[in-house]
């Protein structure tokens, strides 16, 4: 936490050096306007690339190795799009969207436990996962200060829909009476396969619903005409409900000689949060146009 606080400090202190004097007509329309006005709008994204790219040259952290990597550009919380409205001046409507769309195919070739003839013989095993989320927050934000240095506060309410997930998967050993036991991968992460008598072949997490309320306060200091460095805590509550899911298994009956399905239910969840949130000192840049 002290390394990003000296860091921010240093960053800010390195381009003020460059800007002119507070004392200077902030929105002069002649000479560029520093601070945002009725009818802009404003882009945030992580000032973590530039946070590294000054800890890389003052070094603040070590002296040994690189001080992070400033490999790319990331929104507010590295998952929403956060922009703003100001209505006035000194007001403004923020919204953040983050959505989340994830699917992936994992094979794993084992052992074809049919082939007798070819000991290198090998089928595919398969695991497909597919997830989806949404993210949703609106605010309202209140300014203070007249030049460089703005304090802002306000509240947001959020909302958060799906998140669930769904696992498929399919096996290249058949099980049967001439194999109950098949080879079968366990693990696809890792590779690892074995016979077993019992698999997954499906499971469901269900989406769900969440909402909360949100207080907020902060500071941002224009380096240069419709640019800052900013960083806000808050603290709100969030409440979220997982509906039901589900987990399908096949097995090897050796009383009636036969393979098996069965499906067992997952069951729901809820729960309810109250706490502050960024306190591990997260700084963004702004860009207003």
Known sequence: MKKV????????????????????????TNSGSY?????????????????????????????NGPFNDPSAFNFIDGSSIYGKYFLTDKS???????????????????????????????????????????GLGLGYELRKGKKRLQALYGAELNLSFGGGSKDVYTYGNEMSSSDSIPTTTLNFLSGFATTSDY?????????????????????????????????????????????????????????????????????GSSNFNFSNDNFGGNIYVLIHF
């Open 5 to 28: 606080i000296f860091t921010f400090m240093a960053l800010i202190f390195s381009l003020a050096v460059y800007a002119q004097d507070d004392s200077e007509v902030i929105n002069d």
């Open 35 to 63: 601070l945002p006005q009725a009818g802009d709008f404003a882009l945030g994204i992580d000032a973590s690339p530039f946070i590294n790219l000054v800890g890389n040259i003052i070094r603040i952290n070590d002296f």
């Open 92 to 134: 403004a409507v923020r919204a953040h969207v983050s959505i989340g769309i994830n699917s992936q195919t994992l094979n794993n070739l084992v052992n074809d436990d049919s082939n007798t003839t070819d000991p290198n013989a090998k089928v595919t095993d398969t695991w497909k996962h597919s997830q989806t989320g949404l």
């Open 199 to 267: 698999r997954v072949t499906d499971q469901k997490i269900a989406d769900g619903f969440g909402f909360g309320l949100r207080g907020f306060v902060g500071i941002e200091y224009f380096i240069f005409p419709k640019i800052s460095l900013g960083g806000e805590f808050g603290l709100g509550f969030m409440y979220n409900k997982v509906g039901e899911g589900n987990i399908n298994t096949e097995f090897w009956n050796y009383t009636d000689h036969n393979r098996q399905a069965n499906n067992t239910k997952i069951a």
